[in-house]
C-alpha cells in the first residue's frame, strides 16, 4: 500500500514540474507580444496617447537650418 502512495507523489511532482515548464515555454515564446500589450497598457493608464509623437514635430527643420 505504501508503494501505491509513494508513486503517485511522485507522479504529482512530475505533472506539477511538467505544467511549470510548460508555462514557461510559452512566456518566453510570446515574451515580444505580453511586452507589447504591457507598454499599450501601461500607457493607457497613464493617459498618455497610443502615438510617440513629439510636440515639435509640426516644425519644418529645414527652414529653422537656413
Known amino acids: 500500500m505504501k508503494s501505491s502512495s509513494t508513486w ?5 511532482i512530475v505533472g506539477l ?3 511549470a515548464a510548460g508555462l514557461i515555454c510559452l512566456l518566453v ?3 515580444d507580444k505580453l511586452a507589447e500589450d504591457a507598454a499599450a497598457v501601461k500607457d493607457k493608464l497613464s493617459g498618455r496617447c497610443g502615438c510617440r509623437c ?3 514635430d509640426d ?3 529645414d527652414l529653422l537650418c537656413e
Open 29 to 31: 515564446g510570446f515574451w
Open 59 to 61: 516644425y519644418d527643420d
Open 17 to 19: 514540474s511538467l505544467a
Open 54 to 56: 513629439s510636440e515639435f
Open 8 to 12: 503517485r507523489f511522485v507522479l504529482k
